[in-house]
């Protein structure tokens, strides 16, 4: 019979650690896939670069702080889900948010 390596061995604390660190993840990446699902990170940078141009119109500048906005409330969202353990309670899409971002 071989030796224990009882370096091995995970104990109750290792593991809800992992399993921490494992859920974290997992809300990041669903909050990752909600944002990029309305706009993805080229259409984030089309759009600021339209905005800074001069480009968009009073309606489509109140439409995209409205997403950015979004975007900050849903990595807030986020965080305060791994920090306080509970379910994400996801902010809805501006309206003309998904429109706006399919023109860029």
Same mark, same amino acid.
């Given at each position: 019979? !071989?030796?224990?390596? &009882? !370096? ?10 992992q399993?921490?660190? *494992? ?7 669903? =909050?990752? @896939? ?8 080229t259409?984030s %940078?089309?759009? *600021?670069? #339209? ?7 009073? !309606? *489509? ?14 990595q807030?969202? =986020?965080? @305060?889900?791994?920090?306080? !353990?509970?379910v ?8 003309? %948010?998904? #429109?706006?971002?399919?023109? &860029?």
């Amino acid at each position: 019979m !071989g030796k224990i390596d &009882f !370096g091995q061995i995970v104990d109750a604390e290792t593991r809800a650690e992992q399993a921490a660190r *494992q859920r974290a993840a997992d809300i990041k990446a669903d =909050c990752a @896939a909600q944002i990029s699902a309305v706009m993805t990170v080229t259409t984030s %940078l089309n759009l *600021q670069g #339209a905005a800074i141009a001069g480009e968009l119109d009073a !309606g *489509q500048m109140d439409v995209m702080r409205a997403g950015l906005a979004w975007v900050r409330d849903m990595q807030q969202a =986020c965080r @305060a889900a791994i920090a306080e !353990g509970g379910v994400p309670e996801w902010p809805e899409v501006p309206a003309g %948010l998904v #429109a706006l971002a399919w023109e &860029f």
